[in-house]
């Protein structure tokens, strides 16, 4: 009898030991070799764009979950699962006063099938505000309804003065299309994890103030968190007045995981005029499915 509940005991502790592997790898976003690294669930990627005729700066905030963070209840009466999230975005400007600050309810549902196609993937979001040049702090709080569960993550907005010649912040994207009529459709890559991507695109734009055509010459160089250069090219422009809009293939033949930054120098000043983070993990989420609000065409 003894013995009888010593195996039993073995037993419950096998499984409780493999249920708690389990649980300890479900939660981590970076397998091994990083596993200090806790799993992401929140990812932004707020970008700064100018208007020329305007003083005011507008700030496209990409936001992105996955689907396995979020809780979603079954609805019956139409056979889909629903989520129901509350996202509130706070701005605060060097004096930590409140810019800005909105609620937006959001609801996502999917089908059975939609719903096995989509679990590894991501829900996207794209809020769109004005500010003036400035420091900014942005603040973003997703609560879950169905798990009463909450998301917070901080990020930072520069939005400098306008110059003769400047530019936006850089867009990371992982697709890029020109259709059959000549639009532009681009995919961003909110959570700026290029792994596995031999090669990605970034979208930025340049404004002149100049009444003529510029020629201008810059170099893009990437480098990685202990600012060694990987990668060096340059870009030839012809700038026109007003909004110029580019598109240049990023070649990343890179193995080295870690943090990377992508740098645009001025090629007569020598002044790094924009700069970029982006990661290259292993991890387990796919890209998922963007809504088509945030797939934005650019002519």
């Known amino acids: 009898m003894k013995l009888k509940i010593i195996v039993i005991l073995l037993i419950l502790y096998g499984v409780i030991s493999q249920e708690s592997l389990f ?22 990627d707020p970008l700064v764009f100018y208007n020329i005729d305007s003083n005011n700066a507008r700030i496209d905030l990409y936001i992105e979950i996955p689907v396995s963070a979020i809780i979603f209840k079954r609805n019956s009466t139409i056979d889909i699962f629903e989520s129901s999230l509350e996202m509130s975005v706070t701005i605060e400007d060097s004096k930590d006063l409140n810019s800005f600050s909105k609620v937006y309810n959001e609801h996502t549902s999917f089908t059975d099938e939609e719903m096995k196609s989509e679990a590894k993937g991501s829900l996207y979001f794209l809020k769109v505000f004005y500010e003036k040049p400035g420091n900014y702090k942005l603040n973003l709080k997703i609560k879950d309804f169905n798990s009463n569960r909450e998301y917070i993550k901080q990020d930072s907005i520069s939005i400098r003065d306008k110059s003769n010649i400047f530019f936006s912040d850089i867009m990371i994207l992982s697709d890029y299309k020109i259709d059959s009529e000549g639009k532009k459709e681009i995919t961003p890559l909110v959570n700026k994890n290029v792994f596995n991507f031999p090669e990605f695109y970034i979208f930025f734009e340049i404004y002149s103030n100049s009444d003529t055509t510029i020629n201008k010459e810059y170099t893009y160089r990437i480098k990685d ?75």
């Open 23 to 44: 649980a300890q790898d479900k939660d981590r976003w970076l397998p091994p070799p990083f596993p200090e690294l806790s799993r992401e669930l929140l990812f932004l």
């Open 225 to 299: 968190d202990k600012d060694k250069i990987i990668s060096e090219s340059s870009f030839y422009y012809n700038l026109s007045a007003g909004v110029n809009k580019e598109f240049e293939k990023i070649f990343f033949y890179n193995s080295q995981y870690g943090i990377f930054k992508i740098e645009i120098i001025d090629k007569a000043t020598q002044e790094i005029v924009v700069t970029k983070r982006f990661v290259n993990f292993p991890h387990i989420m796919k890209q998922g499915r963007m809504p088509e609000n945030i797939h934005k065409p650019r002519n």
